[in-house]
Each structure stands twice: as C-alpha cells, then as structure tokens.
C-alpha cells in the first residue's frame, strides 16, 4: 500500500535506486493501480513546469506590450533597432538550448529549472533600467541566454517520468506545457493594461513598471520553485517505496534502447542521416516564425488597427484565450483518435485563413497631424473590426498546429540518442525561423504588414505541405512494414529502434 506523507520523508532515496533495491515493496507495489499512480505524477509534476513555462513566454513577449507604452520613444530607438533587440533574444536562445541541457543532467531540476527562472526574472526586472539602446541589445541577449535552457530540459524531464505509452498520450501533457505561451499572451494583456496604469508612479514610464512587476512576480515563483519542483523518480519524495517500485518496472518495460543505445556519435549521424528527422524539424521551423512573430507584434498589429495603447492590450487577450482553450481540445482529441496530421492540417489552414483576411482589408486612410512642426501622415481602418477577426483565426491555428508538430520525435523516434538528437536538432532549426521572423514587421509597413503577413502566409502554408509529406510517408512505411511482418518472423531479431519492422508510426 501507498505510505503516508511522513513515511514517505523517511522513504528518501539515493538517485541510484534499482528495480533490486525496491524488490521488498514488490507485495505491495502489486496493489498499486497505474493509472492513478500516473495521475499522481501528472499532478505533481505538470502544473509546476506549465507554470514555469507560463512565466518564460510572458517574460520574453512582454517587451511586445511594452512597446506600445513607449519604450522606442523612451530609450530614442528606430523600429528597426528595436527588431535588433528581438533577434538577440533568439541568438542568445539558440547558443545556450544545448549547453543548458547539459548543465541539467549534471545537476537536477529542482536546482537547475527553478534557478533558470529566477535568472531570467532578474534580467527581466533590469530590462526596467534600460537607458539606452546598447543596454536594450545587452538584456535581450542575456535574457534568450537564460530562457534557453527551460523548454528543452521541460521536455527532457518529463521523457524520465512517462513510458513511451505516456509520450503518446504526453501529447496531452505537452499540449497543457504549451498552452501556457498561448495563456502567456492572453495574462500579458490583462496585465499590460493594468500595470500601464502606472504610469508616472516613481516617475516611470508605464513600461517600465511592466518589466519590474513581472519579473519580481518571476523571482517568488522562481524561489518558491526550490520547493515544487520535484527530482527524477528515484529520488523523488511525494512517492512511495512501493509506488517507485511500479515505476521503476513500467519504464524498465517500456525502454526502447538499441543494442548500442550507449552515447556515440555513431548513433547521432545516425538520426541526422533519418529524413524524417528532418521532416519533423521542418514542420516546427515552418510554425516558429508564425508562432513568434504573433507573440512579439500581436499589440503592435492591433494597435496599427487604430485602437489606443490600452485598448490594443486588453484586445490581444481573447484571440490568446480562444488559441489556449483549443490546443488542449485538439490534442485531448487527436489522441483519442491516434492522429495527428488531419488535425495539424487543418489547424494550419485556420491560420492561413487568418492571414489572408488580415492582408485583404485594406480600406484605410490617412490621417494628417503636425507634431513639432512636421506633417506626418497616420493610418487609419475604416473597418478594423476585420483586421482583428483574424488574429482569431491566426493564434487558434497556429497553437494547436504547434504543439502536434512537437511531438513527432517523442512519438515516433526510437533509441534516446536518436531522440535526444531529433529533439534538440527539431527546437534548434525551428528557433532559426523564429530569428527571420523578429525582422519582418518594420514600422513603415503599417498597418497592413504585408510583408510579415505574407512570410508568416507562406510558412503556414509549408507547414500543409510538409504536414502533408509526413502524413503520406508514414501511412507508406506502416504498410511496408506490416507486409514485411506477413512475410517473415520477426519475433527473434534484436530491436532496431524506429528501423525496426514492429515498429509502427503514428500519423
């Protein structure tokens, strides 16, 4: 039976525990129903890293509400050097994904997540002492450094909890993970419009109050993190000896190692020689500039519609709210039925319609004022009510369309080098499009964006075509395969991973 709180304290282990040290609980692990035992873990793992990444995607897009409350007058920036500023984020992201990890795995994630956090809290707050445009580049560079690390390590993290039947059904999981960047933006709203309210309180601009307030409210997370964010199974305290026990044999059973399945780089050039590691790359890089790009301009965009600062930021938050809602309703239901790219398909297509209605209103005009002396010509919607309806068709599209397209290595990758591979090569090409991405929206494209609008078009177009592709080679494979299976015995061949013939892809 399950132990008490109190002798689960007592129950502490080293991280070296075996299936022979947790033999004696085997009489009462026996009485251990699984899938409440999953249960558990689901509810003391996945809220405290979806909160996390809740905290992460608004700290890095909350530079998007900022915008609009002056931060390019107030540190005297062109639009262009404050897209500078974007793409620094993404560089910083992308050099220190990989070594992140690696400090993860040396250390463990009760340490090395919540510190992340309360790094990247602290440069978030500093981002409000910003006076200049070299210091604006230097904290957005710093801060991509300090979130990199948290999405892959997340996703490493859970792969140590969840059998390869849970990393199926973890689409779920990742879908309630993901969600978060879509509740990001629609919190970030309601908070921008409060906290610009503060405007002149100190003597500081309203954005300014923006950066310090959530990242102080980053840094309490980030201590109170120390204490809920739990270790790998074998060390964990919030299970039992018994409960260990029953996990520790459910990921023994389910491991999907390769003979050779040790660290080499033989085993690495070996997923990246796999097209479908590939395919799976291309499917995120073709949604991380759409993805990104609404995140970062989604206020700006509104705000060009001819809505005022505050309006522009309440605005963004039922589009986010819609885009949460219907992620997890689609992954909850592509799960049920054990497909993906329909779904993923046609979540994309959403998008696309978003983006055409976005770039077929043109009914605007100028209007004409004279600050300081000069004539400067503004934009302005006769009917930007059209214009907004489509961001409900963009980030409800694009979301859902994400969180599929993340979980094509965890499903249909076997052996954990090639996966650790296709999942780190995935995140990496995908961010690239993310860094083409923050150069898009430039100011003297107003308010229709062509530009933006068209590359984000295309690439969610791509992502049907690529989408497409993998739907058509995996139905192809499964069916080689099972008429391979027919013909011969394949009982007693050592396992091969993903190449193996028993192996079967999820479309």
């Given at each position: 039976?399950?132990?008490?709180?109190?002798?689960?304290e007592k129950?502490?282990s080293?991280?070296?525990?075996s299936?022979?040290?947790?033999?004696?609980?085997?009489?009462?692990?026996?009485?251990?129903?699984?899938?409440?035992?999953v249960?558990?873990?689901?509810w003391?793992?996945?809220p405290?890293v979806?909160?996390l990444?809740?905290?992460?995607?608004?700290?890095?897009?909350?530079?998007a509400n900022?915008?609009?409350?002056?931060?390019?007058?107030?540190?005297h920036?062109?639009?262009?050097q404050?897209?500078?500023g974007l793409?620094?984020f993404?560089?910083g992201?992308?050099l220190?994904?990989?070594?992140c990890?690696?400090?993860?795995?040396r250390?463990s994630?009760?340490?090395w997540?919540?510190?992340?956090?309360l790094?990247?809290a602290?440069?978030?707050?500093?981002q409000?002492?910003?006076?200049s445009?070299?210091g604006f580049?230097?904290?957005?560079?710093f801060?991509g450094?300090?979130?990199?690390?948290l999405?892959p390590?997340?996703?490493f993290?859970l792969?140590m909890?969840?059998?390869?039947q849970?990393?199926?059904?973890?689409?779920?999981?990742?879908?309630?993970?993901?969600s978060?960047?879509?509740?990001?933006g629609a919190f970030?709203?309601?908070?921008?419009?409060?906290?610009?309210?503060?405007?002149g309180?100190?003597?500081l601009?309203?954005?300014?109050w923006?950066?310090?307030?959530?990242?102080?409210?980053?840094?309490v997370?980030?201590?109170?993190?120390y204490?809920?964010i739990?270790?790998?199974p074998e060390t964990?305290?919030?299970?039992?000896?018994a409960?260990?026990?029953?996990?520790a044999?459910?990921?023994?059973s389910?491991?999907?190692?390769?003979?050779?399945?040790?660290?080499?780089?033989?085993?690495?050039?070996?997923?990246?020689k796999?097209?479908?590691v590939?395919?799976?790359?291309a499917a995120?890089?073709?949604?991380?500039?759409?993805l990104?790009t609404?995140?970062?301009f989604?206020p700006?965009?509104i705000?060009?519609?001819?809505?005022?600062s505050y309006?522009a930021?309440?605005?963004?938050?039922p589009?986010?709210?819609?885009?949460?809602?219907l992620?997890?309703v689609?992954?909850v239901?592509?799960?049920?039925?054990?497909?993906r790219?329909?779904?993923g398909?046609?979540?994309?297509?959403?998008?696309i319609i978003?983006?055409?209605?976005?770039?077929?209103?043109?009914?605007y005009y100028?209007?004409t004022?004279?600050p300081?002396?000069?004539v400067?010509?503004?934009?302005?919607?006769?009917?930007?009510g059209?214009?907004?309806?489509?961001?409900?068709?963009c980030?409800?599209?694009?979301?859902p369309?994400?969180?599929?397209a993340?979980?094509?290595p965890?499903v249909n990758v076997?052996?954990?080098t090639k996966?650790?591979?296709?999942?780190?090569?995935q995140i990496?090409?995908?961010?690239?499009?993310?860094?083409m991405g923050?150069?898009?929206?430039?100011s003297?494209?107003?308010?229709?964006?062509?530009?933006?609008?068209?590359?984000a078009?295309?690439?969610?177009?791509?992502h049907?075509?690529?989408t497409?592709t993998?739907?058509?080679?995996?139905?192809?494979?499964n069916?080689?395969?099972q008429?391979a299976e027919?013909?011969?015995n394949?009982?007693?061949?050592?396992?091969?991973?993903?190449?193996d013939?028993?192996?079967?892809?999820?479309t």
């Amino acid at each position: 039976m399950p132990t008490s709180s109190d002798d689960q304290e007592k129950n502490t282990s080293s991280p070296s525990i075996s299936l022979d040290k947790l033999g004696s609980s085997t009489s009462s692990s026996d009485a251990i129903d699984e899938q409440k035992l999953v249960r558990k873990i689901d509810w003391r793992i996945v809220p405290g890293v979806v909160l996390l990444y809740l905290l992460s995607f608004l700290d890095r897009s909350n530079v998007a509400n900022a915008r609009i409350e002056g931060l390019v007058e107030d540190l005297h920036m062109t639009g262009n050097q404050y897209l500078t500023g974007l793409t620094l984020f993404f560089v910083g992201y992308i050099l220190f994904e990989v070594p992140c990890n690696i400090v993860l795995k040396r250390t463990s994630p009760r340490f090395w997540l919540p510190t992340l956090t309360l790094a990247w809290a602290v440069v978030t707050t500093l981002q409000a002492l910003t006076q200049s445009l070299a210091g604006f580049f230097v904290v957005r560079f710093f801060l991509g450094v300090t979130e990199g690390g948290l999405f892959p390590g997340v996703i490493f993290y859970l792969s140590m909890w969840y059998k390869r039947q849970e990393r199926q059904e973890r689409q779920y999981r990742v879908a309630l993970f993901f969600s978060a960047a879509s509740l990001a933006g629609a919190f970030g709203g309601v908070l921008a419009f409060g906290i610009a309210h503060m405007k002149g309180v100190a003597g500081l601009n309203g954005w300014r109050w923006i950066f310090i307030l959530e990242g102080i409210f980053t840094a309490v997370v980030a201590v109170a993190a120390y204490g809920f964010i739990t270790n790998y199974p074998e060390t964990t305290r919030f299970l039992s000896t018994a409960e260990k026990s029953v996990l520790a044999r459910r990921l023994e059973s389910d491991n999907d190692a390769t003979p050779h399945e040790g660290f080499t780089w033989a085993n690495v050039i070996h997923g990246l020689k796999d097209y479908k590691v590939w395919l799976y790359c291309a499917a995120f890089h073709s949604l991380s500039l759409p993805l990104y790009t609404l995140s970062l301009f989604l206020p700006t965009i509104i705000n060009s519609l001819g809505y005022s600062s505050y309006q522009a930021q309440l605005l963004t938050v039922p589009p986010y709210a819609l885009a949460a809602i219907l992620t997890i309703v689609v992954a909850v239901v592509s799960e049920r039925t054990q497909l993906r790219s329909p779904f993923g398909i046609a979540s994309a297509v959403t998008a696309i319609i978003g983006y055409i209605i976005l770039l077929a209103n043109n009914d605007y005009y100028m209007v004409t004022t004279m600050p300081q002396g000069k004539v400067t010509g503004t934009p302005r919607y006769n009917r930007p009510g059209i214009s907004y309806l489509g961001t409900f068709f963009c980030a409800p599209g694009i979301y859902p369309a994400t969180t599929l397209a993340l979980s094509w290595p965890a499903v249909n990758v076997s052996g954990a080098t090639k996966r650790a591979t296709a999942g780190g090569l995935q995140i990496t090409i995908g961010n690239l499009a993310a860094v083409m991405g923050t150069q898009l929206y430039r100011s003297g494209d107003t308010p229709r964006y062509t530009v933006g609008h068209s590359v984000a078009l295309a690439y969610m177009c791509l992502h049907v075509l690529v989408t497409a592709t993998i739907w058509f080679f995996m139905r192809y494979e499964n069916a080689r395969r099972q008429r391979a299976e027919r013909e011969e015995n394949t009982d007693d061949r050592q396992w091969n991973g993903d190449d193996d013939p028993r192996w079967s892809f999820q479309t």
